[in-house]
């Protein structure tokens, strides 16, 4: 283990906060690790740090940059075999209740409540002889084009995941963002084929986005749809940058922006509403964001770098605690809807499976 990995497994060992994390297509690991184990918060979006917050913003926790030692390395390239799995233990209860709460919500769609909703579940997996450290270091090789994290908090537990998605990026008043959304599973065809009730989920994810950016942005520029693989998985992604308003603040623009339609649907209240109501379960920190805020520790100047928790897990007593969700909209189906979701869900235990092999 190298001296990057050591000193984070000393600092749990100690029972202290810290985050590490890799950007999209970077070798850099970067790491927090606070020298307290108080629970720092975001109050209004000046502080400096990482900040891990929930899908309601409710909890808005921070590993502050003064607070902490951060320390930076090369990603080792370790080799792994892995190969496709097929989850043989699917539960018919837990499909049934999914399947039920889609068939909800596409009959809320079409008496007129909303256009589009997210609709999640969790799904508890055993773990045999967990390390952190090497399931960390698997999550970098299989998905290196995501933000690969591990969070730990006493007071909020050990988080996991390698999301796709882009919340905000903002230096100075210059910001880049993401609009994301269909999925499918990857195969060998080298070229995907959108159906049209997914083009329709990307568009409605892209509108919103830029309406709403508009209010604070002197200037919003939107790249044409492309297909973007995370993993086993197929999106379609749009890029979209701009100039913000010299009065516009950063907290006006994560509010903005935070819950995205690709995490919760539109119109955001109404869909937040259903969402709040029915899934029967509390999303917690899955759908939040998290990332780095007005950090200067790599460029001297502040920027903030925020991304979805998507394709994330919660570690707790011998468990994983996985969560997926799916866009819903009036040409939803049920059953493919479940079939998505365990397509999601494959992100993580695909490397679940290499590290209970080991």
């Known amino acids: 283990m190298n001296n990057f990995f ?17 950007k999209p297509n970077s070798k850099n690991l970067i790491g927090f690790l606070q020298r307290n184990d108080t629970l720092y918060k975001v109050s209004d979006y000046s502080e400096k740090g990482f900040v891990f917050a929930s899908f309601d913003e409710k909890q808005l926790i921070l590993i502050p940059e003064n607070e902490s030692e951060i320390i930076i390395a090369d990603e080792e390239i370790t080799t792994i075999e892995w190969g496709e799995i097929d989850d043989l233990n699917l539960n018919p209860e837990a499909k049934r209740q999914y399947e039920d709460l889609v068939a909800k919500g596409i009959e ?5 409540e909303f256009k589009k909703v997210v609709l999640s579940r969790s799904e508890a997996v055993d773990l045999a002889d967990f390390d952190f450290i090497t399931t960390f270091q698997h999550l970098l090789q299989l ?7 591990c969070f730990f908090h006493p007071k909020n537990g050990l988080w996991m995941g390698a999301t796709p998605e882009q919340l905000l990026k903002a230096n100075g008043n210059i910001f880049e963002t993401t609009a994301l959304a269909g999925t499918q599973k990857a195969d060998l065809e080298t070229e ?15 509108d919103f986005i830029v309406k709403r950016l508009r209010e604070f ?15 086993s998985i197929w999106h379609i992604k749009t890029d979209i940058s ?4 010299d009065n516009s603040t950063l907290e006006e623009v994560i509010d903005t922006l935070h819950p995205t339609p690709a995490v919760c649907g539109l119109p955001k209240k109404k869909a937040k509403g259903f969402i709040l109501e029915n899934e029967n379960y509390d999303r917690t920190f899955y759908t939040g964001f998290l990332g780095e805020l007005n950090s200067s520790f790599l460029e001297g100047n502040a920027s903030s770098d925020l991304f979805v928790n998507l394709r994330s897990m919660q570690i707790q007593n011998n468990k994983a605690i996985l969560y997926m969700g799916c866009g819903i909209t009036k040409e939803s189906i049920p059953e493919k809807e479940w079939e998505e979701s365990v397509n999601k869900s494959m992100t993580m235990k695909r490397v679940l499976r290499i590290e209970n092999r080991k």
């Open 242 to 245: 701009g100039v913000l308003k």
């Open 108 to 112: 809320a769609i079409k008496n007129g």
């Open 6 to 22: 050591s000193k984070i497994k000393l600092h749990k060992d100690q029972n202290l906060p810290f985050v590490i994390y890799s």
């Open 192 to 206: 995907i084929l959108w159906q049209q009730k997914e083009k329709d989920e990307q568009q409605y994810v892209t």
């Open 143 to 149: 998905y290196p084009t995501t933000f690969t994290y």
């Open 217 to 231: 942005a002197a200037s919003v520029v939107i790249s044409e749809p492309y297909s973007l693989k995370a993993g």
